[in-house]
């Protein structure tokens, strides 16, 4: 073969080479075991920072929760909600009041850069520190697939179109979810994660002083001590969102639910005559189908338009973009 014919061949096979490498990044999956071998103890590292936060506060196990939600429901599950510059943030988006726990994740944040710097994401972090939560309040566990890259950018506007509100009525939470490929069971399935965490006056005000016929009324009179009539006033005062066991990861919300005691509307209208009455009569009377269909729909939100392969970034800081 003549030299130039042999360096042709050489470059063609160079370039080949390079194009698949490329394909397979950018086609690449997420993996449970994403992190075996470049940083083996990441998921216990996780898990120590979780359980340590969560025994600190009993609520930020839904917080944590609920962080995660928030990111993947904005551009995907992209650690985007944990970016904090003031000009793009999505931290103070009307739909993010009330979000926390970032000091959390940043602390395991930490603790994983201190043992494999530059190679777990913000977001397989969010991801994880969201089933270790549920686990540590007697909730379930599932099986986190991994291998998510951070964006470089956060988008307020879209947090504030996209995310779902208190004040929602059924047939527009559903299209919410549905655009982001969740049926209306993994939607129920996924606000009884409001079997936690608490909600501020604010966000169910309107609620408790409607006199409708959609409340229990002694319990609209109990919420009522707290959360006064006048808006301003009291705006802030925290509820739980289930009155029975706030602290602990169980099927009470929708017992609640049936019982006419939802907190926020949002929560209400899955147990209004529609077509959700029935998986919440379901999750009421069977509290191990919940747990089992929660944790399929937290996988199946955590799949939402991650980054991958050659796209995003892993930050070295999740509140700073590299």
């Not at 979000?99 to 494999?116: F, H, L, P, Q």
């Not at 599932?142 to 879209?158: I, M, P, Q």
């Amino acid at each position: 073969m003549a030299p130039h014919q042999s360096l042709r061949t050489i470059f063609v096979s160079v370039i080949i080479l390079v194009l698949s490498l490329n394909n397979m990044e950018i086609n690449a999956q997420l993996s449970p075991t994403f992190y075996d071998r470049t940083c083996p103890n990441a998921l216990a590292t996780i898990r120590t920072s979780i359980r340590t936060a969560v025994s600190r506060q009993r609520r930020m196990a839904a917080l944590l929760i609920r962080l995660h939600f928030h990111d993947c429901f904005v551009q995907g599950c992209d650690a985007s909600i944990l970016l904090n510059d003031p000009a793009t943030t999505e931290r103070t988006a009307l739909s993010n009041t009330g979000v926390g726990g970032y000091e959390v994740i940043d602390a395991a944040k930490s603790a994983v850069e201190n043992i494999c710097p530059g190679i777990v994401s913000c977001a397989d972090i969010l991801a994880v520190a969201a089933r270790d939560a549920s686990v540590t309040v007697g909730g379930p566990s599932w099986t986190v697939t991994l291998g998510r890259r951070d964006s470089t950018n956060a988008n307020r506007g879209l947090a504030d179109s996209d995310l779902p509100r208190a004040d929602q009525d059924l047939a527009s939470l559903i299209r919410d979810f549905d655009a982001k490929g969740l049926n209306e069971r993994d939607m129920v399935a996924l606000s009884g994660s409001h079997t936690i965490g608490q909600s501020r006056c604010v966000a169910f005000r309107a609620r408790i002083y409607s006199n409708g016929s959609d409340i229990d009324a002694n319990f609209a009179s109990t919420r009522r001590r707290n959360c006064p009539a006048n808006r301003g006033d009291g705006d802030g005062n925290l509820a739980s969102l289930d009155l029975v066991t706030p602290n602990s990861f169980d099927n009470n919300y929708f017992r609640n639910l049936v019982q006419r005691r939802g907190l926020l509307q949002s929560d209400q209208v899955l147990f209004s005559g529609g077509s959700t009455d029935s998986i919440v009569l379901e999750y009421s009377n069977n509290p191990r189908r919940f747990a089992s269909d929660f944790a399929a729909a937290m996988v199946k939100m955590g799949d939402i338009e991650p980054l991958t392969g050659a796209s995003g970034v892993i930050r070295t800081t999740c509140s700073v973009a590299n």
